[in-house]
């Protein structure tokens, strides 16, 4: 399926043509193609945009509502790294 559209090149974004590297049941999705269906959303319901990318409607609602709250599509921690041990010296 093939739907073009001026702002839209919907062959590049199913799930089957991406680039997608899954560990157990996470899938990492580009976050170029997560910039697509926000871009999508202004002119698509949600639904609609899962059914032409081949993608759960669930996943296109929160990277819209991540957009939404934080202004990035893409999750980043706080801090990276796992937290230091603290020491016996330390009184707080």
């Not at 609602?61 to 939404?68: A, D, G, I, P």
Request: overall charge positive; some cysteine; hydrophobic content about 40%.
């Amino acid at each position: 399926m093939a739907l073009n559209c001026a702002a839209f090149s919907f062959n590049s974004l199913r799930r089957s043509d991406a680039i997608l590297t899954m560990v157990g049941n996470c899938r990492h999705i580009p976050a170029a193609i997560k910039q697509q269906w926000v871009t999508m959303s202004a002119q698509m319901k949600p639904k609609a945009i899962a059914r032409v990318t081949d993608t759960s409607h669930r996943t296109i609602n929160r990277v819209l509502r991540l957009s939404r709250l934080t202004g990035s599509i893409v999750k980043r921690p706080l801090e990276s790294g796992c937290p230091r041990a603290l020491s016996g010296a330390c009184r707080y």
